[in-house]
């Protein structure tokens, strides 16, 4: 079983920057298809807001794009997302979460997540 950790949440001024991490139970981010991380407010469904495809490509929402960066560390099993010129509409629960196939079976692991507040 896999397991993830997030880690880096707090509160932070609107303008601020905050860099999350991931941390892996084992080399899963390197074999995943899709690594990313996903946003959460109440009463609201999780969307995502960073993700890396086939190893290679990210892909970020219109909302964070210029502001969030997503990178891994495969050596060091981690998955970071470095948040920039944060706003208050930042603010949530933010997971990491991995998606692949071993045997051609999928698998899908989220961590418990991280509180990101951003407010003056």
């Known amino acids: 079983q896999v397991q993830l950790v997030e880690s880096g949440g707090g509160l932070v001024q609107p303008g601020g920057s905050l860099r999350l991490s991931c941390a892996a139970s084992?080399?899963?981010?390197?074999?995943?298809?899709?690594v990313g991380w996903y946003r959460q407010t109440p009463g609201e469904q999780r969307e995502l807001v960073a993700a890396?495809?086939?190893?290679?490509?990210?892909v970020y929402p219109d909302s964070v794009k210029g502001r969030f960066t997503i990178s891994r560390n495969n050596a060091k099993n981690t998955l970071y997302l470095q948040m920039n010129s944060l706003k208050p509409e930042d603010t949530g629960v933010y997971y990491c979460?991995?998606?692949?196939?071993?045997?051609?079976?999928?698998?899908?692991?989220w961590g418990q997540g991280t509180q990101v507040t951003v407010s003056s």
């Open positions: 890396i495809t086939s190893g290679v490509s990210t």
């Open positions: 979460n991995v998606k692949g196939r071993v045997r051609g079976y999928p698998y899908d692991y």
């Open positions: 084992g080399s899963i981010f390197s074999i995943s298809s899709v």
